[in-house]
């Protein structure tokens, strides 16, 4: 059927009532193929006799004979009409237009006057989308607060829309317009309404908002973005206002065009988008769009949870007739008030029955570990520090710059999440290298292992760095069995003439950095890998994963990993606090991670505003679903050339103290060979929690997701029994220069004691 074209008397798509005077119908009415005749005149002249004689109740003395007398008098003037109804076959004969109106609105005085009821019978309404915009224009018809109404929409019923839409399966397959136009029809034959069954396009825009009268309010709840920035623009340009229901939280846009048409768009929420740009987007990039617009961190935490979840394990957003109905009344309410001149603002408005009628219970989950301890008091451990080692040592009597060298070294050294859990301290010629237990306090920390392996790469580094300046480096590992729990090691400088200068292991070392980015598949040079296998200490081994099918069974664990940190409490928090913004937010903190360093797409920081939320991510979590959280660290890392595990057969401080030197040379060996080198051992971290501390998982379903992990994790790289825990990274070439991560100022990581 093209645009408002007239369907066939008994096609299914019709959806006009056909009027009759009493003497036409009675010549018509054998061609109509009736299934019922109704004659309502008798019961609605009673109404009318009622509405028009309050006075005269029932009990009074001659309500009967003036009751009769009214209705032999209206049935005699022969003003009803006969109303067909195709799609019922069914045929009705009720009072004319003025008495039908009259009747009908009667419950509306007071609420509206006779003067606001016939303002109101003036007003036209188009209403794009027909899942909300059903209920918005069924609600308005039965108010009668417009009396024509231009509905579009091209999508057909299907009975997953009858959650929401009122309809019943027997208009399953047909247009939503008509199913619409019939309820309005039946509701109130003298209303005019007029079907779009195409929808809403460039071509018909104008026919919409203008054909017969421009529209006094256009009503968006269609989903395509276009359609909704294209209206906007044209419904702006001729001074139409625009009402928009998200059936989310109560949510009601309006913007008052007719009354500010230099208003932005969606309150400039769309930002540079026009029509003519967003028809060269491709879906996934009118994603961070479509959530500006809707302000995603205010959406309900469901509905975010579920976004989640879209073309995993369902394949649109979902909403209820709950929702859908509030949108309805919201939306048919200020429509008529925006008609009366009672509304005139613009604005975003939330009617959110879960804060109205809040269930005040709280989550009985306690997730174990949170509590953060404090920081040592550095001053106080300084006084300590000078007491147990009494006089200083002057071994290499080192200069102001030798020192600033030598820290500026080793705070660059790489660390989980970039947290920097160290803090240095130099008493003559020793240093003496700390645990910093709250900034090194994480849910991946298990047992230290991570602050453990950092502070070797910060040993290896300083090692590197005083090779440089001809110095000797003599390091003791405290592990915590001195004076101080949290003192790991103890290093000694010396003047060494015949130590080399190895200024190429120093270059690498500012080098080398994480490289985020998504990488080439190419094979790494296998002179990389020899070169590696001398880097390791006793009780350390390597296995290497070059297949592109090991590879991408490999990704599919960084993704479960990130699936499990995500649904965790803890975890979660641990993976926000961690994360910086933007390049401001990074350098400010000087520490975390930038998400610009990720290589992500305008969707993929969208998704993260959505996974700030913990309780968004609390839903999925309990739903035992978050399968879409898998999709960046998954597809990020089988853009590698190889993954590398180096694996220990200890996890004692010192023994993973030694892991994290192998690590930093080998990482500062891939700056020489020019390859990226990231990190992507989160899953061992998860794997060695629960073996070790089960309880402190959120769901069983995590655990045993782990549980299989490991035994993948096993077969991919070969493991010997006597394995206990492996750091694994991704190698891959790269043209492109990963930005580098800021580090905190040296005041905050570095005490210089002086005697």
């Known amino acids: 059927m093209k645009q408002n074209e007239e369907p066939e008397l008994f096609s299914d798509e019709n959806w006009k009532p056909l009027i009759f005077a009493n003497e036409e119908f009675e010549s018509q009415k054998n061609r109509l193929n009736l299934i019922e005749i109704r004659d309502l005149r008798l019961s609605l002249y009673k109404e009318l006799f009622k509405l028009s004689f309050p006075e005269i109740t029932s009990k009074h003395k001659d309500f009967l004979s003036k009751s009769d007398a009214f209705i032999h008098e209206k049935i005699s003037e022969e003003s009803a009409v006969w109303v067909y109804y195709p799609w019922k076959k069914v045929a009705c004969c009720i009072p004319g237009k003025e008495d039908f109106v009259k009747i009908r609105t009667s419950r509306n005085q007071y609420k509206l006057t006779p003067e606001e009821q016939a303002a ?11 899942s909300v915009g059903q209920t918005i224009a069924v609600t308005m018809a039965m108010e009668r607060s417009a009396t024509e109404f231009r509905l579009a929409d091209f999508d057909e019923l299907e009975l997953s829309n009858i959650n929401r839409l009122r309809s019943g399966i027997h208009n399953i397959g047909l247009k939503k317009v008509v199913i619409a136009a019939r309820e309005i029809a039946e509701i109130d034959p003298f209303i005019v309404v007029k079907i779009f069954p195409a929808g809403i396009t460039r071509k018909n825009l104008d026919q919409f908002l203008l054909d017969g009268g421009k529209l006094d309010l256009l009503v968006d709840e269609c989903d395509g973005l276009d359609i909704k920035i294209l209206a906007r623009h044209r419904a702006r340009e001729l001074k139409i206002p625009v009402l928009m229901d998200t059936s989310d939280r109560g949510m009601l846009d309006v913007e008052r065009f007719d009354l500010e048409p230099e208003r932005p768009i969606l309150h400039g929420l769309a930002g540079d988008l026009n029509p003519d740009r967003i028809a060269h987007l491709t879906n996934e990039e009118k994603i961070p769009y479509i959530l500006d617009m809707v302000d995603a961190e205010n959406m309900s935490t469901r509905l975010k949870a579920s976004m989640l979840e879209v073309q995993q394990t369902i ?15 919201l939306g048919a309410d200020t429509a008529r008030r925006i ?4 509304f005139t603002q613009s604005g975003r408005y939330y009617v959110d029955f879960e804060q109205l009628i809040a269930d005040k219970k709280q989550d009985s989950f306690q997730q174990p570990g949170t509590d953060i301890p404090a920081s040592d008091d550095w001053n106080v451990v300084a006084a300590t520090l000078k007491k147990s080692v009494g006089q200083p040592i002057k071994s290499a009597n080192l200069s102001d710059a030798e020192i600033d060298f030598l820290v500026r070294s080793v705070v660059i050294a790489p660390s989980g999440g970039n947290v920097q ?31 453990f392996i950092a502070h070797g790469a910060a040993l290896q580094n300083f090692r590197i760095a005083a090779k440089a300046l001809g110095l000797e480096a003599e390091v003791s590992y405290i592990c915590g069995q001195s004076f101080h729990s949290d003192l790991l090691a103890r290093i000694t400088v010396k003047r060494n003439a015949n130590e080399p200068v190895r200024l190429s292991d120093l270059e690498n070392l500012f080098e080398r950095h994480t490289n985020r980015l998504k990488g080439s598949v190419e094979p790494i040079d296998q002179k990389f890998f020899e070169e590696s296998f001398h880097c390791l200490s006793d009780l350390q081994q390597i296995s290497v994963l ?6 991408c069974e490999y990704s599919r664990l960084t993704g479960v990993a990130d699936r499990i940190r995500l649904t965790v409490p803890w975890a979660h928090s641990d993976f926000m606090k961690e994360t910086r913004w933007n390049d401001a937010h990074a350098r400010s903190t000087g520490d975390g991670i930038d998400i610009e360093t990720l290589e992500l797409t305008r969707s993929d920081v969208a998704a993260f ?3 700030k939320d913990w309780n968004t991510l609390k839903w999925i979590a309990d739903w035992g679903l978050g399968s879409g959280l898998e999709k960046l660290s998954r597809e990020t890392t089988e853009r590698s050339g190889a993954i590398m595990m180096v694996y220990s057969a200890q996890t004692d401080p010192e023994n993973m103290v030694r892991l994290g030197e192998t690590i930093e040379k080998i990482w500062i060996l891939a700056a020489k060979y020019r390859i990226g080198f990231q990190p992507v051992s989160p899953i061992t971290f998860l794997i060695y929690r629960n073996e070790h501390y089960p309880e402190t998982f959120y769901k069983e379903w995590q655990r045993l997701l782990l549980h299989n992990a490991r035994q993948s994790l096993f077969d991919l790289f070969q493991l010997p029994d006597y394995y206990r825990f492996g750091f694994v990274f991704r190698l891959f070439k790269s043209d492109k220069v990963a930005k580098k991560s800021y580090r905190l100022p040296l005041h905050q990581v570095f005490t210089h004691l002086k005697k």
């Open 315 to 329: 394949n649109t957003w979902p909403q209820l007739a709950s929702s859908v109905f509030l949108g309805g009344a």
């Open 546 to 551: 070059q297949t592109r099918e090991h590879i």
């Open 120 to 130: 109101l019978s003036q007003k036209k309404v188009g209403i794009i989308g027909l």
């Open 421 to 451: 859990p160290w803090h240095w301290m130099l008493y003559g010629d020793e240093f003496f290298l700390f645990i910093d237990r709250e900034r090194a306090h994480s849910f991946l920390d298990i047992d230290h292992l991570g602050t």
């Open 339 to 342: 008609f009366l001149n009672q």
């Open 609 to 611: 505003r959505i996974l």
